[in-house]
């Protein structure tokens, strides 16, 4: 009922060194079944965000894929089947912000998923876990003293988990401004200030403080402003070398990140959180996911006659020698 198109070649068809799961959803959170079933498949497919009709078929075979990529407020409802993944190299964002429920309403307690962060380091080992205190904004109750105090009795908690920290500050993107009324962004002094006492708190507890998309002038107050998911940071996860020579730029212009190609789907992550920039609306949301079928092989609801399924053409970029932990 569908058409198959044969790979495409060149780079913006090859993935581009890992599948990531996080950028538009939280699979971990909320899909993790889905997930273990495309792995027990083989293979996973993804709509094309701005093409709908548009099918991208990835093989889900780790000698392709040099990495699973996963970003997740709740790492918890993976970690008893981590054992069917275990032939993957993994990385590991796990964002724990110190934010009420008025904010992110459906996030678990913070207590909670510090635990499950500690379990998933067990498993994977500190390389293969960051942790992220993003966004960072400024209210008369989330103050830049509260950030401070906040992040040190967090950084006391995952001391020994986690070598890494990646802060941003809070983006107004258009669905942030119509769903967090009021949120300002942050002042350059405040940045510079809390840059300094996160670098000073992570210095103590053995956590590196790093931005993404932040600009450069962080730099200067020792935060590592080169990304988040850098070859460098995916090399010491997963021990492997990665041969880039094939990829002819970055995937952003403002970061080295290595952004594999993304599985997840818009308006789907049940975490409601108002300044999230991957959801239109909540009753989207919900709509979205009274759709999704754990034993389909798309995230939310089944292939069309109309889609048109593009194999995607993947290319190991490990060149087999081993990386050794700095």
């Known amino acids: 009922a569908y058409e198959i198109m044969p790979s495409l070649v060149g780079s913006e068809m090859c993935i581009r060194d890992s599948l990531n799961t996080g950028c538009r959803t939280d699979i971990p959170a909320y899909y993790s079944e889905w997930f273990y079933n495309r792995i027990k498949e083989g293979y996973v497919l993804a709509r094309n965000p701005y ?12 000698r392709v894929v040099d990495c699973l990529c996963f970003c997740t407020k709740n790492p918890e409802p993976m970690l008893s089947r981590m054992e069917e993944i275990r032939q993957f190299k993994q990385f590991w964002h796990v964002t724990i912000t110190p934010y009420g429920k008025e904010v992110e309403p459906y996030v678990p307690d913070k207590e909670r998923v510090m635990e499950a962060f500690k379990r998933l380091a067990a498993i994977v ?5 960051g942790w992220r205190y993003d966004p960072i904004f400024i209210t008369d109750k989330y103050s830049l003293d509260f950030h401070v105090d906040a992040f040190r009795k967090m950084a006391e908690n995952l001391a020994g988990y986690t ?3 990646v802060i941003s500050f809070i983006d107004l993107y258009a669905k942030t401004r119509r769903n967090f009324s009021g949120i300002r962004e942050v002042p350059r002094a405040d940045q510079i200030t809390i840059a300094r006492e996160f670098v000073e708190i992570g210095r103590k507890y053995g956590i590196t403080i790093r931005s993404c998309c932040e600009g450069a002038f962080l730099e200067e107050y020792g935060v590592d402003v080169s990304g988040c998911m850098t070859k460098q940071v995916l090399e010491k996860a997963t021990g492997a070398s990665l041969d880039l020579a094939k990829i002819k730029k970055p995937a952003r212009e403002e970061c080295n990140c290595l952004l594999g190609n993304d599985i997840g789907m818009y308006n789907t992550c049940g975490h409601g ?10 009753k989207t949301v919900e709509q979205n996911m009274r759709f999704h079928n754990p034993q389909s092989p798309l995230l939310v609801g089944e ?11 993947q290319v190991s970029f490990c060149s087999g020698q081993m990386t050794l932990p700095l």
């Open 51 to 62: 093409y709908p009709n548009q099918v991208m078929k990835y093989s889900l075979d780790s």
């Open 125 to 129: 080992g500190v390389n293969a876990v």
């Open 163 to 165: 070598q890494t920290c």
């Open 273 to 282: 959180c108002l300044y999230c920039y991957a959801n239109y609306n909540r």
């Open 303 to 313: 292939l069309l006659e109309e889609d048109v399924i593009k194999e995607v053409k």
